[in-house]
């Protein structure tokens, strides 16, 4: 019988993953398709309930559940435990529901895709300190990078991020402007630089140093303000269309034990989001 996953979600119809997971159960001749399924968040419960009655194989979570679904589970695994955040489950054999966290680990592996060998044992800064920061400042640490420095606009998120993970630290963002040239791997995980959002970056980029690598998680624009001005400055480049891929692939893999190709989906986004970028 043919399998079905799912990414549930508010709102949930921009989601590229649907067509990103669909792509890569025919490239891998696997009977399953993958729907995105509209929830929200006061009909959380019934829709786990739901999916569970109706068969669905496993699925993805996305904002705003991805903590709140976690008291619906069974098993969490121990990453997503320390995120207090799950983005897949798993429906096991027996039935029971098991959650992970694939958005850090996923980060960690599009960087590796490219930068592996100039990142690591080196000084990381990463702006922000929402989830996402969260999640993969811990996946850093966990792959052996670091140390890792936090500076935010609310100080407060940032110490208190140093206090989840070993030897972090926290800069104001006048303090890591005035070091940026210290480090060698630098994140951007805050919204600011989103097309339609927030316009503009949230440091002055003026003393990234030659040679450093520069990752921004936004996809939208492909190349935001913040990651032209690190080109500029002689910094390699990352942005968050590999980070999203490799979450999916992480979560595929979960789901049917197969690692999908992540290169040429990374290609096939970029086109659908209207651009060539290159990456040196
Ligand atoms: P996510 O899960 O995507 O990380 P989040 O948890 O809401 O989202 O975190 C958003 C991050 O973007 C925070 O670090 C936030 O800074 P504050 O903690 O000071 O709110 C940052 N952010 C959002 N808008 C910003 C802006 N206009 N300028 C600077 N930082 C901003």
């Given amino acids: 019988m043919k399998k079905w996953y799912a990414v549930i979600g508010d709102p949930i119809s921009q989601s590229m993953s649907p067509s990103m997971h669909d792509e890569w159960f025919e490239n891998n001749e696997l009977q399953a398709t993958y729907i995105p399924v509209h929830v ?15 068969g669905c194989s496993g699925w993805n979570v996305t904002v705003p559940h991805k903590s709140s679904i976690i008291q619906y589970l069974d098993e969490i695994d ?40 100039r990142c690591k ?11 996402a920061a969260r ?10 990078y670091g140390p890792i420095t936090f500076t935010n606009r609310t100080l407060d998120k940032a110490r208190q991020l140093c206090t989840e993970i070993p030897e972090a630290k926290a800069l104001t963002i ?19 630089g989103m097309n339609f959002a927030q316009k503009g970056m949230p440091l002055n980029p003026e003393n990234i140093a030659d040679g450093t690598v520069v ?27 590999g980070m999203f891929v490799h979450q999916g692939a992480l979560a595929f893999e979960k789901w049917t034990g197969i690692r999908p190709n992540t290169e040429e989906m990374n290609e096939k986004i970029t086109d659908t989001l209207g651009g060539t970028y290159v990456n040196r």
């Fill in 174 to 192: 006048a303090e890591a402007e005035q070091s940026l040239s210290t480090y060698r791997l630098i994140i951007q995980t805050t919204s600011v």
């Fill in 40 to 54: 929200k968040e006061e009909n959380l419960e019934d829709a786990v309930l739901s999916l569970k009655t109706l």
């Fill in 215 to 241: 990752a921004d998680i936004i996809y939208n624009p492909l190349k935001t303000e913040f990651l032209i001005e690190a080109e500029k400055r002689g910094a390699f480049i990352l942005n968050g269309t």
């Fill in 78 to 117: 121990s990453f997503a435990q320390q995120m207090n955040a799950v983005n897949t489950v798993e429906v096991l054999p027996n039935g029971l529901l098991r959650g992970s966290n694939t958005d850090g680990p996923g980060f960690v592996r599009s960087l590796e895709e490219l930068y592996e060998v």
């Fill in 135 to 144: 999640g993969i400042g811990y996946a850093l640490h966990k792959a052996g």
């Fill in 121 to 131: 044992e080196s000084k990381v800064l990463i702006i922000g300190a929402g989830g």
